[in-house]
């Protein structure tokens, strides 16, 4: 999916619609555009077909009435059934007086003898739990296509409020909501068709978007300079644990790949585990104490693998040097409880079980977590998941969609965070470190997905799909 970065929420897009008829576009040419244009996407994805169109008695339902107008226009065999008449006075209500076609009672059996429904009902900015007879009669069709979201759908928060029924495709306008790509709502819209409807230039100040969908818009990758040498693009220092050293290798693999210039992995006792892997890597027994004193040092990823004792001793250390630190995995457990251990750290990626042992439960509301927590520890936190949030302590945010299921997989964490890491060393601020890890680490997983047709795909497959994830990058 492509889309405009800006994210808006319910609130936001009902702000924008308020200002376009002071910017010279009426609320009701709006309407008729998007009308225009759901009546447009279905026609391109479907033959004519018995059509029921469901209308609530908002902009929704508004909208509605234009879709069964331009679709009977073109021949199409449409009926519409209204929940409720739209208010006098509105653009709603002269779109309903403005449809002269065939009406059905609001039923499921009406529902059930369509061969399409269009959910017209509730849009985005719904505040309380959809009614359980819209949900039963959406339920009764056999195929639907959702205006704006399916009806029940949180804009916000992509929770469903009651039950929501599942969309064949979910047509949108302007700019996405957040709750498009947070789960559920991201598979309750399907596909998501974004549609222009006109909306005045001027209509929307960029500068006072907080929330994006993540996509290389957001973030510049660091460039190879050529008077550069490994210690200009960065030293990156990797605190491996001899138990599982596996995690550190892979974190470090994904940071060098990445750009890193220089890295060592520092063990504590015995090395040799890991002199015999990449010959790539610098491994050092050195004390953490003893190579802070190497002001090059700047940039630490502490965590994947290294065991929670070991991370409860060395974190405070990094953090009362004035490191940059990726904190990951047992650098989260050795703060579970006392998250504001965590000040000083840059980035932070729990999942949501991390999440959860640190700040409580993310709730139904992800995007608010992540946000919280990253203004409590001021410290990017990059909340992990099939919608992962990057949350800045300045209140952006970023939702992740280009990630496969196929991530869900041991070490794919350990990646992620060498990723970030070694971003971070070359100079990337922390939020758009983050952001641009999760999406290459997305990518990575894509490309190496794409080789083994989306099967059998383990986290070391992910450093030959991140090479060629940056190689498309350049190319533009």
């Known amino acids: 999916m492509s889309f405009p970065a800006e994210l808006l929420t319910p609130e936001e897009m009902a702000a924008v619609d308020r200002a376009a008829p002071l910017l010279g576009v009426p609320g009701l040419t709006l309407m008729e555009n998007a009308g225009r ?13 018995r059509t029921l169109v469901l209308c609530g008695p908002g902009n929704n339902g508004g909208d509605g009435y234009v879709i069964a107008r331009h679709l009977a226009q073109e021949g199409w065999p449409v009926t519409v059934a209204a929940l409720a008449e739209p208010k006098a006075g509105t653009d709603a209500a002269a779109m309903a007086a403005a449809w002269h076609g065939p009406r059905a009672d609001f039923t499921e059996q009406a529902a059930a003898r369509a061969d399409l429904v269009i959910d017209a009902v509730f849009g985005s900015g719904l505040s ?75 209509v929307l100040l960029t500068d006072q978007v907080k929330t994006f969908a993540n996509s290389p ?25 001899s138990e599982m050293a596996g995690a550190a290798r892979m974190a470090s693999l994904a940071a060098r790949r990445v750009g890193a210039g220089l890295l060592t992995v520092v063990v504590q006792g015995n090395g040799d585990v890991l002199r015999a892997t990449e010959p790539g890597l610098i491994i050092s027994e050195m004390p953490v104490d003893e190579l802070l004193q190497d002001q090059r040092c700047k940039t630490w990823l502490c965590g994947p693998g290294l065991g929670i004792d070991r991370a409860r001793a060395v974190l405070p ?160």
């Open 128 to 202: 309380r739990e959809v009614e359980s007879a819209v949900f039963k009669i959406l339920l009764s069709a056999k195929r639907v296509v959702a205006v704006d979201v399916p009806s029940g759908l949180d804009g916000a928060t992509g929770q469903p409020r009651g039950d929501v029924v599942p969309a064949e495709f979910t047509v949108t306008f302007f700019r996405l909501k957040p709750g498009h790509l947070l789960l559920p709502g991201r598979d309750l819209c399907g596909e998501i068709v974004l549609a222009d409807i006109g909306m005045p230039a001027g």
């Open 317 to 476: 250390q990094l953090i009362a040097a004035g490191r940059q630190i990726v904190a990951d995995a047992d650098a989260l457990g050795a703060c579970a409880g006392a998250p504001d251990k965590l000040r000083g750290v840059s980035v932070i990626t729990p999942h949501g079980g991390e999440f959860a042992k640190l700040f409580g439960p993310v709730g139904a509301d992800k995007l608010a977590a992540a946000r919280a927590a990253a203004k409590r520890i001021d410290a990017v936190v990059v909340l992990k998941g099939a919608d992962t949030v990057i949350a800045s302590p300045d209140g952006r945010a970023a939702i992740n969609h280009n990630a496969p299921p196929s991530l869900a997989t041991a070490g794919s964490g350990d990646v992620l965070a060498g990723i970030i890491a070694g971003l971070l060393t070359q100079g990337m601020a922390p939020w758009e470190a983050a952001a641009a890890g999760v999406w290459l680490h997305g990518e990575a997983a894509n490309l190496a997905d794409a080789d083994s047709g989306g099967a059998g795909l383990i986290a070391e497959d992910l450093a030959d799909g991140l090479r060629r994830a940056l190689a498309a990058m350049q190319r533009g």
């Open 37 to 49: 244009a759901v009546a447009r996407a279905i026609r391109r994805r479907m033959a004519p077909c």
């Open 217 to 241: 818009d957001l973030w510049t990758l660091p460039q190879l300079s050529l008077s550069g040498q490994k210690y200009t693009r960065g030293m990156l220092t990797v605190l491996a644990g």
